[in-house]
């Protein structure tokens, strides 16, 4: 067997190939997901909210956040959001007459504090004594002064927060008919198609919700209805609504 050196081996080997020159990316943000040549491009991320008090009322499940069961048409008409914000303004009147309550509370305090002290010495002040009630004089303003700039900050805050509640409770639930929430981009429609009832159904469908819409596997309310044996959510998708009352079979027993 032949020896072959190890610069001959070099030598032997075959060219590195050439690096293609890639594509510049476009500055497009419908392409900032493009991964280059031969390849499919990613969907843009979308972050999806969580499941509403609207997506909860139609399909007649417990809020875990607030605790309760919400009332669908209470939430479609606007009675939810005029007691929310009743509510959120009558926690800040209760919480300003406390506030008032206690200045009231500390300026007789004060006052009190005022009418008990002895009155000062008549006689000549040394300037060793001037001096002393200045420097305590000046102490307390610079402390009021301190405690003023801290409660107006507290009342900013409070201002702030207050503002945002108000925001938080006055919600047009109308406007979110048509929301998806994860994790498969369902609307209020297919929850009340998939878990909540007939009535459910109808008074979104009044609202003026989308009959057509999919998710992300592409089904729609009715398919979600059918899947889940909901009768009574069929019939009213489908125009034909049976009588109240009625005893209905199963789906799956309707079809055989």
Do not use: C
């Not at 009342?155 to 929301?179: F, G, I, M, P, R």
Request: positive net charge.
């Amino acid at each position: 067997m032949p020896i072959v050196k190890l610069s001959e081996t070099a030598s032997m080997m075959p060219p590195p190939k050439q690096q293609t020159q890639m594509r510049p990316r476009k500055t497009d943000p419908l392409h900032v997901l493009d991964r280059g040549f031969g390849r499919t491009p990613l969907a843009p991320k979308v972050e999806l909210p969580t499941p509403s008090p609207l997506h909860l009322a139609a399909g007649k499940q417990y809020d875990r956040l607030a605790t309760t069961y919400h009332d669908l048409q209470a939430l479609l008409d606007g009675t939810a959001a005029a007691e929310a914000v009743a509510a959120v303004r009558a926690k800040q009147e209760e919480r300003r007459a406390l506030k008032e309550e206690e200045a009231a509370a500390a300026a007789e305090a004060e006052a009190a504090a005022q009418a008990a002290t002895k009155p000062p010495k008549k006689g000549k002040v040394t300037k060793e004594q001037q001096e002393a009630e200045d420097a305590a004089a000046a102490q307390r303003e610079a402390e009021a002064a301190a405690a003023r700039a801290v409660e107006e900050a507290a009342e900013a805050e409070q201002a702030a927060a207050d503002a945002a509640s108000l925001e938080a409770a006055n919600v047009n639930w109308l406007a979110k008919l048509e929301e998806r929430v994860v994790p498969l981009e369902w609307t209020p429609l297919m929850f009340a198609a998939a878990r909540g009832s007939g009535a459910n159904v109808r008074a979104l469908l009044k609202a003026g919700a989308n009959v057509h819409v999919r998710d992300i596997h592409g089904t729609t309310p009715l398919h979600k209805a059918a899947a889940a044996g909901n009768v009574e959510s069929i019939a009213v998708r489908s125009g034909r609504v049976e009588r109240e009352g009625r005893k209905r079979r199963p789906f799956l027993q309707r079809a055989r």
